[in-house]
């Protein structure tokens, strides 16, 4: 099958090079994909020369602006009709395209989505990103850092975003829904979470587990966790890091006791919580699936996040159904 992806080469840390490598290796990795490149035009036509890409398999929509992380995201979209994330999301909107991505200003995803990409509804979209958990599984959080204040009436929306995400691309009859909070018991946690309880406790379309503390998040007690963006950010980069720094003290202690052997374990522990390779955090609530990368994504993780498209388009779609 043929797949064609926008991608916003401006807003990386590490510059629009290491984009348009990412770009160049999904090219070689999947035979039916085409992609649309928004940023410098001569920039990114002599990398793919370089690399001997045929221009049949790639657009580009040339733009030298971009929103950096220091802007206000609303007035960066209004403001910036040329910018590169702006041009992604125009172009995006065509039915040839199968979704976005891009590693910049996640505020600015979250307001472009919102403006070009919105449903009919103009549902408020989340940012979710699926994560291994204890049981083998895959747990939903949402949000991961697009709405950092948000209301009860919005958590219960990104609960019934996540269930339906869960239920269509994960076959999950019916996704355990929990909400992040300080305490396990009915009544723990802190004004938002004490109001949203029993409004998703009441949802009938929502299969509500109850409260779920930080140590438990990923322990595989629900497949949608709930919680406003700055929490989830948190739970998301401390989960991340603490993985990161589980795995190099056995690397130390390893090579300080010569057990070579356990680099096997090192090995597993890399490839299941190696949390770029699980591809970008997800946008929910609009047309198309909008994938953000981290701002020090590398190739490897573009084409992570390729993969992860791909899988959607050739899956359930979680955006028309």
Do not use: W
Not at 198 to 220: C, K, Q, R, T, Y
């Amino acid at each position: 099958m043929k797949y064609n992806v926008v991608i916003d080469c401006l807003g990386s840390d590490k510059g629009p090079e290491a984009i348009i490598e990412g770009a160049i290796k999904s090219l070689n990795k999947f035979e039916g994909l085409s992609v649309t490149l928004a940023g410098p035009k001569d920039l990114i036509v002599s990398k793919m020369n370089e690399a001997n890409i045929s221009s049949d398999r790639y657009l580009v929509l040339d733009a030298a602006e971009t929103i950096t992380n220091y802007e206000n995201p609303t007035v960066g979209i209004m403001s910036k009709p040329n910018a590169s994330l702006v041009q992604a999301f125009k172009e995006a909107g065509k039915d040839e395209y199968i979704g976005v991505i891009s590693a910049g200003n996640s505020g600015a995803i979250l307001m472009g989505g919102l403006r070009f990409l919105s449903t009919p509804e103009r549902t408020r979209p989340c940012m979710g990103a699926v994560l291994p958990n204890a049981k083998g599984g895959f747990t939903m959080l949402v949000d991961t850092g697009a709405s950092v204040d948000v209301g009860s009436s919005e958590l219960v929306s990104f609960a019934r975003l996540g269930t339906k995400f869960m239920r269509n691309l994960y076959k999950i009859d019916s996704p355990r829904v929990g909400i992040l909070s300080n305490g396990a018991e009915k009544g723990k946690g802190n004004h938002l979470v004490k109001e949203t309880y029993p409004l998703l406790e009441e949802a009938e379309d929502i299969n509500f587990v109850g409260n779920i503390e930080g140590n438990m998040s990923l322990a595989g007690e629900c497949d949608v966790l709930v919680c406003d963006g700055f929490a989830g950010n948190q739970v998301l980069k401390n989960s991340e890091g603490m993985a990161k720094l589980l795995i190099t003290e056995i690397v130390k202690y390893s090579k300080m006791n010569n057990k070579p052997e356990l680099m096997e374990v090192v090995g597993y522990l890399m490839s299941k919580y190696d949390f770029s390779s699980l591809g970008g955090g997800i946008l929910l609530g609009v047309r198309k699936p909008i994938l953000k990368c981290r701002g020090n994504s590398d190739s490897a993780a573009i084409v992570a996040t390729v993969q992860m498209l791909i899988n959607f388009a050739e899956g359930a779609s979680v955006y028309s159904k």
